[in-house]
C-alpha cells in the first residue's frame, strides 16, 4: 500500500513582457519549473507558497496576495495548489539559492516535453490564461541565462 503524499504549493509570478520566475533544482540544472514545494506541520497551504517563494527565490510576499489558480493531483500522486500573484519592483536577476537558480522565463520552457515538471506547468499555465503554442521551439536566445548576482 503506498503512502499518502502531502500537499505542495506552487506559485506563478508574470511580467508585463509574458514572462514568467521559473527555478532549476540544485541537482537538476537544466530542468525549469514554478517556484514551490511541500506543505511543512502547522502552516495553511498559502503560508506553503509565500515561504516556498521566498526560500527558492528571494521574493517576499504577503500570503493575502495570493489568488487561487487551480487544486489537481500531480504526476507523482501529490495534491497540488497552484497560486497566482501580482507584485511590482522584481528584480531582472536573482542571485541562485539553495533551491537552484530563479530567473524569468518564457512559458514555453516550462512546458517543454523534456521538462519533468511540464504538465503540472501547463495546467497552471492554462488555468491562469496564459497561452501557449505548442508548436513553438525555443530558440538558442530564448533559453534563459543563469547569471550569479547583479
Request: with cysteine; proline share 8%; net charge negative.
Amino acid at each position: 500500500m503506498s503512502e499518502e503524499k502531502g500537499p505542495a504549493a506552487v506559485v506563478l509570478l508574470r511580467r508585463s513582457d509574458g514572462m514568467v520566475l521559473g527555478i532549476t533544482r540544485g541537482d537538476c540544472p537544466w530542468a525549469w519549473h514554478l517556484p514551490g514545494g511541500k506543505k511543512e506541520p502547522g502552516e495553511s497551504i498559502a503560508q506553503t507558497a509565500r515561504r516556498e517563494l521566498l526560500e527558492e527565490t528571494g521574493v517576499n510576499i504577503r500570503t493575502g496576495a495570493l489568488v487561487t489558480l487551480c487544486e489537481f493531483t500531480s504526476s507523482t500522486g501529490r495534491p497540488v495548489h497552484a497560486f497566482q500573484c501580482e507584485r511590482n519592483g522584481l528584480p531582472e536577476r536573482f542571485d541562485p539559492t539553495a533551491a537552484g537558480q530563479p530567473a524569468w522565463v518564457p512559458p514555453s520552457l516550462l512546458v517543454a516535453e523534456c521538462m519533468p515538471f511540464a504538465a503540472e506547468c501547463r495546467r497552471i499555465l492554462t488555468a491562469a490564461g496564459v497561452l501557449l503554442q505548442a508548436e513553438h521551439v525555443l530558440s538558442a536566445s530564448e533559453w534563459p541565462r543563469a547569471t550569479v548576482g547583479s
